[in-house]
């Protein structure tokens, strides 16, 4: 999904509201993103509308359109819901970049499925390692 598919976006009180030309809506929750949840509300609303997505400078957070439409394309996204297991490290453990884990996590660039089952492969050996804690 591009910019020119975005009808309109509007705050609300627990994100923003995306209406899509197609009449499709979908809302970005704050409390989805740590870096949003954490943000000021000035900072939330500093953002700008780049070719696929949503970008805050300042938060260093991008988020694709494509996520905020089709959340169950991109599980990668719930790594918020699960606190103790650090994104970063699963980065580590597998020998890719964090900035590259990031985007991935965010929409912005997609893991080829053999990776994508590297990813969800590992993050399940560590659930299993904090199960037997």
Do not use: C
């Not at 030309?21 to 509300?41: I, Q, S, V, W």
């Not at 997505?53 to 996520?67: K, P, Q, V, Y």
């Not at 053999?114 to 399940?124: P, S, T, V």
């Amino acid at each position: 999904m591009q910019r020119d598919e975005i009808e309109k976006i509007e705050p609300v009180s627990n994100g923003l509201k995306l209406t899509a030309k197609d009449g499709r809506l979908a809302t970005l929750h704050y409390k989805d993103f740590e870096r949003l949840k954490n943000a000021t509300p000035k900072q939330r609303l500093d953002y700008r509308i780049s070719f696929e997505g949503l970008r805050w400078d300042d938060l260093d957070e991008d988020i694709s359109f494509e996520s905020i439409f089709n959340p169950k394309q991109f599980p990668l996204k719930l790594y918020s819901k699960l606190k103790p297991i650090n994104m970063s490290e699963v980065a580590r453990r597998l020998g890719i970049q964090q900035s590259l884990m990031a985007a991935y996590m965010n929409g912005s660039k997609h893991p080829s499925e053999k990776r994508k089952k590297a990813i969800l492969d590992e993050i399940h050996k560590i659930a299993n390692e904090l199960l037997s804690i």
